[in-house]
């Protein structure tokens, strides 16, 4: 079991690097293993997040030599998302993008919802990815009618492309997107990186929605964004409220520079492409140095030995990328007509969920309903990936003369 406090990594005053170790040679869309593409997505979000919530952090705390500490980290793993991100090409479309980050979504809170051990978060993963495989199927469409061009050079069939819980349907009352957070005392360690990892990577799509929705002429393509960068922001309600509030910011420092470990340290085992695997190296002996701070900050301001936070046992078992499509299928079948109501689930329509439709909508067919009707004119059919046979509802199975990938 590897465990990232017994390691002390790269001393952090040889973490900064030179413009010509940043200077990294992209990805080749056209050969680019797309799980490849995955993990580089999901560590820019990891990242992200990491930057994001020191500066939070910086905000509030009174102490010099602490924010010091937290600038000079936070320095470093802005490289470190900069080498990230600067991996993706820029030859790529936004909606080819676009396709990669549902993909991660996809795939990525499948893999979290199998191995996560407290059911009532299961259960939010469950029910959130429905979302998510819904939206890589919308894209998938739009993708075709813009570009011309078809879902399956991006996902490559590892990830199926049909309806999921219908997008239009995912609109509800800002009040019934918190959830009941864990708690942090008694909650298995596993479930604290598990939260984190999908909250940042619902966040980086939040945020990536947000900024380049606009930059499309068409004007189904600005409003297919709009209308799912209102959901991610809803997702990132959804998954933060897990969180438990009572965290001192010095546990939160420590987890997330403990879940870079562990997610870093799952994408090296896991790497195809040698030189990715080899960044994925240096990036884990940089933050197992960054841990080492964390932890000593944890020490002396919070009183507590960091595996009285992430346990003591070692990381968990890697984080895969891999097809879920049976598992998905599974929750297809039995999950397609959940609701939220306070901080459960239900299966009815219930007064706020529809309050909140009303408004939304006013009778009037959303971007996500509107797409697949326009290719439909455009193609004479829908665009789909259906591996495995048709859809598990029976109302939602393509229609006769339909292509099926």
């Given at each position: 079991?590897f465990?990232?406090?017994?390691h002390?990594g790269?001393?952090?005053?040889d973490?900064?690097?030179?413009?010509r170790?940043l200077n990294v040679?992209?990805?080749?869309p056209?050969?680019?293993d797309?799980?490849?593409r995955?993990?580089?997505?999901?560590?820019?979000g990891i990242?992200?997040?990491?930057?994001?919530?020191?500066?939070?952090f910086a905000r509030v705390c009174?102490?010099?030599q602490v924010?010091q500490?937290l600038?000079?980290?936070?320095?470093?793993?802005s490289?470190?998302q900069?080498t990230i991100?600067?991996?993706l090409?820029g030859?790529a479309s936004?909606?080819e993008?676009?396709?990669?980050?549902?993909?991660?979504a996809?795939?990525?809170?499948a893999?979290v919802a199998?191995?996560?051990?407290?059911p009532?978060?299961r259960?939010?993963?469950?029910?959130?990815?429905?979302?998510d495989?819904d939206h890589l199927?919308?894209?998938?469409?739009?993708?075709?009618?813009?570009?011309?061009?078809?879902?399956?050079?991006i996902v490559?069939g590892?990830?199926?492309?049909?309806?999921?819980?219908?997008t239009?349907?995912?609109?509800?009352?800002p009040?019934?997107?918190?959830?009941?957070?864990?708690d942090?005392?008694?909650?298995?360690?596993r479930?604290k990186?598990?939260?984190?990892?999908?909250?940042?990577?619902?966040?980086?799509?939040?945020i990536?929605?947000?900024?380049?929705?606009?930059?499309?002429m068409?004007p189904?393509?600005?409003?297919?964004?709009?209308?799912i960068?209102l959901?991610e922001?809803e997702?990132?309600?959804?998954y933060?409220?897990?969180?438990?509030p009572?965290e001192?910011?010095?546990?939160?420092?420590?987890?997330?520079e403990?879940?870079e470990?562990w997610?870093?340290?799952s994408?090296?085992?896991?790497e195809?492409?040698p030189?990715i695997?080899a960044?994925w190296?240096?990036h884990l002996?940089?933050?197992l140095a960054?841990?080492?701070q964390?932890?000593?900050?944890?020490r002396?301001?919070?009183g507590?030995e960091?595996?009285q936070i992430?346990?003591?046992?070692?990381?968990?078992?890697?984080?895969l990328f891999e097809?879920?499509?049976?598992?998905?299928?599974?929750?297809?079948?039995?999950q397609?007509?959940?609701?939220?109501?306070g901080?459960g689930?239900v299966?009815e329509?219930?007064e706020?969920?529809?309050?909140m439709?009303?408004?939304?909508?006013?009778?009037a067919?959303?971007?996500?309903?509107e797409v697949?009707?326009r290719?439909?004119?455009?193609?004479?059919d829908?665009y789909?990936?259906?591996t495995?046979g048709?859809?598990p509802?029976?109302?939602l199975?393509?229609?006769?003369g339909?292509?099926?990938?």
């Amino acid at each position: 079991m590897f465990n990232p406090l017994d390691h002390k990594g790269i001393p952090l005053q040889d973490q900064i690097r030179s413009w010509r170790e940043l200077n990294v040679e992209p990805v080749d869309p056209e050969a680019v293993d797309p799980y490849t593409r995955c993990r580089i997505i999901t560590m820019n979000g990891i990242e992200a997040e990491a930057i994001m919530f020191s500066h939070q952090f910086a905000r509030v705390c009174p102490d010099p030599q602490v924010k010091q500490l937290l600038a000079y980290s936070r320095y470093v793993e802005s490289q470190q998302q900069r080498t990230i991100n600067w991996l993706l090409p820029g030859l790529a479309s936004v909606l080819e993008t676009t396709l990669g980050y549902e993909q991660v979504a996809v795939d990525l809170t499948a893999w979290v919802a199998r191995h996560e051990p407290d059911p009532y978060l299961r259960q939010a993963y469950e029910f959130g990815v429905l979302e998510d495989f819904d939206h890589l199927y919308r894209y998938a469409n739009l993708y075709e009618m813009v570009e011309r061009r078809k879902a399956e050079k991006i996902v490559d069939g590892l990830t199926e492309v049909m309806p999921g819980r219908p997008t239009v349907l995912e609109h509800r009352h800002p009040f019934d997107e918190v959830r009941a957070p864990y708690d942090k005392d008694l909650v298995d360690p596993r479930s604290k990186l598990h939260a984190l990892t999908i909250l940042s990577a619902e966040q980086q799509v939040m945020i990536y929605y947000m900024n380049v929705g606009p930059q499309h002429m068409e004007p189904i393509a600005r409003q297919l964004y709009q209308e799912i960068s209102l959901i991610e922001q809803e997702h990132v309600t959804h998954y933060e409220s897990l969180v438990d509030p009572g965290e001192t910011m010095w546990e939160r420092l420590l987890t997330h520079e403990y879940n870079e470990c562990w997610l870093y340290y799952s994408f090296m085992e896991q790497e195809s492409d040698p030189r990715i695997k080899a960044i994925w190296e240096l990036h884990l002996q940089m933050e197992l140095a960054q841990l080492q701070q964390a932890a000593d900050l944890l020490r002396q301001y919070d009183g507590r030995e960091p595996e009285q936070i992430v346990g003591a046992a070692g990381v968990p078992e890697p984080l895969l990328f891999e097809p879920n499509k049976e598992f998905l299928r599974g929750l297809l079948a039995t999950q397609m007509d959940l609701t939220k109501l306070g901080e459960g689930y239900v299966r009815e329509a219930h007064e706020r969920f529809e309050w909140m439709q009303q408004q939304l909508h006013d009778g009037a067919k959303p971007p996500s309903e509107e797409v697949i009707d326009r290719h439909r004119e455009k193609f004479g059919d829908e665009y789909r990936i259906e591996t495995e046979g048709p859809h598990p509802v029976e109302a939602l199975r393509a229609q006769p003369g339909d292509r099926r990938a």
